[in-house]
């Protein structure tokens, strides 16, 4: 029996732990996400001027880029604002002063400065423009170069033999770009002097102020010190082909025909790729926007990147809004599917085999999120999601068996796996069967959660109800899930016969060991009742359940030469659903352990699971793990899984398989594709059950968006709860 005296020893000490733990302070940070502007394929240049307007140069004339925000995409209309010019043939732009400076057949103009910039040209068919701040100016069809001072021809050249491929104006002169080099011409002595020569040059950028000129070519780039004359060039880079370069603050970004990417001065890259981010990602044109901004010009329009300081409670408010807008169903989180080209408004909410998992996740969050605020908000979306759990209960006609999900009857056809689908006893709705074992350790997860951290007694008893309801069905049923038709569900299985019938290397015999124990324990916790402490206790020392889940990851592996072909096929290479089952049950398993001496073990077993799991550097998991009071569990890779997360979460194609920087590794047991994972907004978007070191995704592109109360919202918010992550 627990005295007042030690409990509060026990608390001391858990608080000593705890403040012992890092604590991640909530500043700004810079989130970017994009607003893509489609097109009919035209396009050839972009800029903003100084009063924040954008105008896109295509083969039919100027556009305007409109109606695009996030998530929502705009397109472009012809630029009619100056009806006088409008039907003037422009095949040249450039900005000088902040101002759009314009070329037809005849002419350099501007709209700005009254308009009295205009210009003749001495060739028609200007496809190039470069000016300085006195309004001189360098011309160029590709073949002709011309400069213009006060209006007057200095320098007219023939370059027919080795085109012009760009010019520039920056250093008080202008640099113009060949395959083969690139020279730099001033007013005061009007002669090309060569200052690099090279070959396969395609794009570049004098930059304006570390005197480094950037030269893209078609295997990476040169950057190029204009103080020593030396040059470094780099391959280690995501794409090799470059086909735009522009130097933006401290970063300079690079185009190529299979995205974007810049490089930050301190080192390091960000890869910009799919339509996350660009309407297609043969990249023409890159050029600084409004408020530090990035304009890229792709072969199908634009895509505006934008960067927005923000905070993770920003982010979380969110994220909240997108849940509670488009991602609740009878009160389940899912999945907006069914969208066309991304678009939110045009998806519907699908079902899943996975509601009650992804609901509990979830709700978690939002238990939490209580826990921390008080917020009623938080509060009413609790009953809300906990009344969809309970009626997974009380749709079927099984006592204490949860459904997968329910729907409204006369649409079974439509949803995913037909099959599985029953009539419920309600002629209106149609229950789910084959429930599996995520199911339950998630419903576990959170009806503790609730019970323990919610101060509404209406929600804790249910909670409580339910948790002893699942329980007393699994127990009764001898440790498994029995479905409608009598027999176990396929996954559904804690039985000792079921569980040590495996090889102690698959991982099926650790993970449903440390499952069941987990659950046991919660149901004791909360009802007292003795058959769950009972039971877990014989599981645990009878039946060699504590030495299961003890056992060491590095354990566990294929199936041993001989082994039987169920146990080939579970342990062919690491399970990354079962990452979610261990850690959602390492909640119950460690919190509400029967005893110090089990807590002790659990906590080892716990931290050894999360050393081989730190490469994939999952917030959720790193935050899961301080429940240990434990001082490492990679607070800052959670924090960068947090603050790295896109905000767009439609399920774009995403490629990074052509990468020439990144370390791949070798086929191996866990799946690890590369040394260092990526950033989340660089991979596809995807749930914690699945392996974070994908590179590809090639199907059902724009078709889904996924919800952040399961991604996003639990990590978060359980990080707030534990005190890890401040307000």
Not at 246 to 273: C, L, M
Not at 511 to 536: P, V
Not at 668 to 693: C, G, S, W, Y
């Given at each position: 029996?627990?005295?007042?005296?030690?409990?509060?020893?026990?608390?001391?000490?858990?608080?000593?732990?705890?403040?012992?733990?890092?604590?991640?302070?909530?500043?700004?940070?810079?989130?970017?996400?994009?607003?893509?502007?489609?097109?009919?394929?035209?396009?050839?240049?972009?800029?903003a001027?100084?009063?924040?307007?954008?105008?896109?140069?295509?083969?039919?004339?100027?556009?305007?880029?409109?109606?695009?925000?996030?998530l929502?995409?705009?397109?472009?209309?012809?630029?009619?604002?100056y009806?006088?010019?409008?039907?003037?043939?422009?095949?040249?732009?450039?900005?000088?002063?902040?101002?759009?400076?314009?070329?037809?057949?005849?002419?350099?103009?501007?709209?700005?400065?009254?308009?009295?910039?205009?210009?003749?040209?001495?060739?028609?068919?200007?496809?190039?423009?470069?000016?300085?701040?006195?309004?001189?100016?360098?011309?160029?069809?590709?073949?002709?170069?011309?400069?213009?001072?006060?209006?007057?021809?200095?320098?007219?050249?023939?370059?027919?033999?080795?085109?012009?491929?760009d010019?520039?104006?920056?250093?008080?002169?202008?640099?113009?770009?060949?395959?083969?080099?690139?020279?730099?011409?001033?007013?005061?002595?009007?002669?090309?002097?060569?200052?690099?020569?090279?070959?396969?040059?395609?794009?570049?950028?004098?930059?304006?102020?570390?005197?480094?000129?950037?030269?893209?070519t078609?295997?990476?780039?040169?950057?190029?010190?204009?103080?020593?004359?030396?040059?470094?060039?780099?391959?280690?880079?995501?794409?090799?082909?470059?086909?735009?370069?522009?130097?933006?603050?401290?970063?300079?970004?690079?185009?190529?025909?299979?995205?974007?990417?810049?490089?930050?001065?301190?080192?390091?890259?960000?890869?910009?790729?799919?339509?996350?981010?660009?309407?297609?990602?043969?990249?023409?044109?890159?050029?600084?926007?409004?408020g530090s901004?990035?304009?890229?010009?792709?072969?199908?329009?634009?895509?505006?990147?934008?960067?927005?300081?923000?905070?993770?409670?920003?982010?979380?408010?969110?994220?909240?809004?997108?849940?509670?807008?488009?991602?609740?169903?009878?009160?389940?989180?899912?999945?907006?599917t069914?969208?066309?080209?991304?678009?939110?408004d045009?998806?519907?909410?699908?079902?899943?085999?996975?509601?009650g998992?992804?609901?509990?996740?979830?709700?978690?969050?939002?238990?939490?999120?209580?826990?921390?605020?008080?917020?009623?908000?938080?509060l009413?979306?609790?009953?809300?999601?906990?009344?969809?759990?309970?009626?997974?209960?009380?749709?079927?006609?099984?006592?204490?068996?949860?459904?997968?999900?329910?729907?409204?009857?006369?649409?079974?056809?439509?949803?995913a796996?037909?099959?599985?689908?029953?009539?419920?006893?309600?002629?209106?709705?149609?229950?789910?069967?084959?429930?599996?074992?995520?199911?339950?350790?998630?419903?576990?997860?959170?009806?503790?959660?609730?019970a323990?951290?919610?101060?509404?007694?209406?929600?804790?008893?249910?909670?409580?109800?339910?948790?002893d309801?699942?329980?007393?069905?699994?127990?009764?049923?001898?440790?498994?899930?029995?479905?409608?038709?009598?027999?176990?569900?396929?996954?559904?299985?804690?039985?000792?016969?079921?569980?040590?019938?495996?090889?102690?290397?698959?991982?099926?015999?650790?993970?449903?060991?440390?499952?069941?124990?987990?659950?046991?324990?919660?149901?004791?916790?909360?009802?007292?009742?003795?058959?769950?402490?009972?039971?877990?206790?014989?599981?645990?020392?009878?039946?060699?359940?504590?030495?299961?889940?003890?056992?060491?990851?590095?354990?566990?592996?294929?199936?041993?030469?001989?082994?039987?072909?169920?146990?080939?096929?579970?342990?062919?290479?690491?399970?990354?659903?079962?990452?979610?089952?261990?850690?959602?049950?390492?909640?119950?398993?460690?919190r509400?352990?029967?005893?110090?001496?089990?807590?002790?073990?659990?906590?080892?077993?716990?931290?050894?699971?999360?050393?081989?799991?730190?490469?994939?550097?999952?917030?959720?998991?790193?935050i899961?793990?301080?429940?240990?009071?434990?001082?490492?569990?990679?607070?800052?890779?959670?924090?960068?899984?947090?603050?790295?997360?896109?905000?767009?979460?439609?399920q774009?194609?995403?490629?990074?398989?052509?990468?020439?920087d990144?370390?791949?590794?070798?086929?191996?047991?866990?799946?690890?594709?590369?040394?260092?994972?990526?950033?989340?907004?660089?991979?596809?978007?995807?749930?914690?059950?699945?392996?974070?070191?994908?590179?590809?995704?090639?199907?059902?592109?724009?078709?889904?968006?996924?919800?952040?109360?399961?991604?996003?919202?639990?990590?978060?918010?359980?990080?707030r709860?534990?005190g890890?992550?401040?307000?």
């Amino acid at each position: 029996m627990i005295t007042l005296k030690h409990f509060t020893l026990l608390l001391f000490l858990s608080l000593a732990a705890a403040a012992q733990q890092p604590v991640h302070p909530d500043t700004p940070f810079i989130q970017d996400y994009s607003v893509k502007y489609y097109s009919d394929g035209s396009t050839r240049k972009v800029y903003a001027d100084r009063n924040h307007n954008l105008r896109v140069l295509t083969a039919t004339g100027l556009q305007l880029p409109v109606n695009g925000r996030f998530l929502y995409p705009g397109g472009f209309r012809p630029d009619n604002f100056y009806r006088t010019a409008a039907r003037k043939k422009i095949g040249a732009m450039t900005l000088i002063r902040e101002q759009f400076v314009f070329a037809d057949e005849t002419h350099v103009f501007s709209q700005a400065w009254a308009g009295s910039l205009f210009v003749k040209t001495p060739f028609p068919k200007v496809s190039l423009l470069a000016g300085d701040d006195s309004l001189n100016l360098m011309v160029s069809d590709g073949k002709q170069l011309a400069l213009l001072r006060n209006g007057q021809v200095i320098l007219n050249e023939n370059h027919a033999a080795d085109p012009i491929l760009d010019i520039r104006y920056a250093h008080h002169h202008f640099w113009i770009l060949k395959k083969t080099g690139v020279f730099r011409c001033s007013i005061t002595a009007p002669r090309l002097s060569a200052v690099i020569r090279g070959e396969q040059f395609t794009a570049f950028d004098p930059g304006s102020g570390d005197q480094t000129l950037y030269i893209g070519t078609a295997n990476g780039y040169i950057a190029h010190d204009l103080l020593s004359g030396s040059s470094e060039t780099f391959t280690r880079i995501p794409v090799t082909h470059i086909t735009a370069v522009k130097v933006i603050h401290d970063k300079v970004w690079f185009g190529t025909p299979q995205g974007a990417f810049s490089v930050r001065a301190e080192g390091g890259i960000n890869y910009y790729n799919g339509e996350r981010w660009l309407p297609s990602d043969e990249v023409l044109h890159i050029e600084e926007g409004p408020g530090s901004s990035v304009l890229i010009l792709t072969g199908k329009g634009l895509g505006h990147i934008h960067f927005k300081p923000m905070t993770l409670a920003e982010k979380a408010a969110f994220f909240d809004r997108q849940v509670r807008s488009r991602h609740i169903r009878n009160g389940f989180n899912a999945t907006l599917t069914g969208m066309e080209k991304g678009n939110p408004d045009t998806g519907y909410l699908s079902d899943s085999d996975n509601d009650g998992l992804w609901t509990s996740m979830y709700l978690g969050a939002e238990a939490f999120r209580y826990a921390v605020t008080r917020n009623q908000e938080a509060l009413q979306n609790c009953r809300e999601s906990l009344d969809a759990m309970e009626r997974l209960y009380s749709i079927n006609p099984v006592p204490g068996f949860p459904a997968r999900s329910f729907e409204r009857s006369g649409y079974i056809t439509s949803l995913a796996d037909p099959d599985r689908w029953q009539s419920a006893p309600h002629p209106e709705w149609s229950w789910k069967a084959t429930t599996s074992s995520d199911e339950a350790i998630g419903h576990m997860f959170v009806f503790g959660v609730l019970a323990e951290l919610v101060d509404d007694a209406p929600i804790r008893s249910k909670a409580i109800l339910l948790m002893d309801t699942l329980m007393s069905h699994i127990l009764k049923n001898d440790l498994y899930l029995v479905d409608h038709d009598g027999k176990p569900t396929l996954w559904g299985k804690w039985n000792p016969a079921y569980v040590n019938g495996f090889p102690e290397n698959v991982g099926d015999r650790k993970l449903n060991s440390s499952n069941i124990i987990a659950m046991l324990q919660t149901a004791y916790h909360f009802t007292g009742k003795e058959k769950y402490r009972k039971k877990a206790l014989e599981l645990l020392h009878q039946h060699g359940y504590l030495e299961n889940l003890v056992r060491p990851i590095k354990v566990i592996g294929t199936t041993p030469e001989g082994g039987d072909s169920y146990a080939r096929m579970l342990s062919e290479a690491w399970n990354h659903s079962d990452d979610e089952m261990y850690f959602l049950g390492y909640w119950g398993l460690y919190r509400y352990a029967l005893n110090d001496t089990l807590k002790t073990a659990y906590r080892q077993a716990i931290l050894d699971h999360w050393e081989a799991e730190r490469p994939e550097k999952d917030g959720l998991w790193n935050i899961f793990t301080a429940i240990t009071g434990t001082r490492e569990f990679d607070l800052k890779q959670a924090i960068w899984y947090l603050q790295e997360h896109p905000l767009d979460l439609i399920q774009w194609n995403i490629r990074n398989s052509h990468r020439n920087d990144l370390d791949k590794m070798p086929d191996n047991f866990r799946r690890q594709t590369l040394k260092t994972v990526l950033p989340p907004d660089e991979r596809p978007i995807q749930r914690h059950n699945a392996n974070m070191f994908i590179l590809e995704k090639d199907k059902g592109n724009g078709l889904s968006e996924l919800s952040a109360g399961d991604i996003w919202l639990l990590p978060y918010w359980l990080g707030r709860y534990l005190g890890v992550i401040s307000p």
